[in-house]
C-alpha cells in the first residue's frame, strides 16, 4: 500500500507561482516514477508531468517550459508551476501505480 497526500494548491493570478508538493508513504521502496495530472471542470483527467525514480522527467506540451517537477530523493515530489494561466485551473493529483491522491485545487485568476 502507498499513501499519497498532496498540498500546496490555491488562489493565484494570472502570471503567478505555486509549489505542489506529493508526500508518499507506505512501501514506497517499490515507487519507480510519480505523475502529476489534473483534472479542470468537465474535462477528462490529463497527464501533466512525470518524474522516474532515476530524475528523468516529462513534460505535457502544455506546461513544457513553464512547470518543473521535482523530488527530494526521499518520499516527496514537487511541482514548481511557474507563468500560471487561467487554463491551468484544476485539480491536481499525484500517482503511482494505482494509487492517487485526492488531489489539489490550483486556481488561476485572469
Known amino acids: 500500500q502507498v499513501q499519497l497526500v498532496e498540498s500546496g494548491g490555491g488562489l493565484v493570478q494570472a502570471g503567478g507561482s505555486l509549489r505542489l508538493s506529493c508526500v508518499a508513504s507506505?512501501?514506497?521502496?517499490?515507487?519507480?516514477?510519480i505523475d502529476w495530472y489534473r483534472q479542470a471542470p468537465g474535462k477528462q483527467r490529463e497527464l501533466v508531468a512525470t518524474i522516474t525514480r532515476g530524475g528523468t522527467t516529462v513534460y505535457a506540451e502544455s506546461v513544457r517550459g513553464r512547470f518543473t517537477i521535482s523530488n527530494n530523493a526521499k518520499n516527496t515530489v514537487y511541482l514548481q508551476m511557474n507563468g500560471l494561466k487561467p487554463e491551468d485551473t484544476a485539480v491536481y493529483y499525484c500517482r503511482t501505480a494505482n494509487y492517487w491522491g485526492q488531489g489539489t485545487q490550483v486556481t488561476v485568476s485572469s
Open positions: 507506505g512501501f514506497i521502496s517499490n515507487i519507480n516514477l
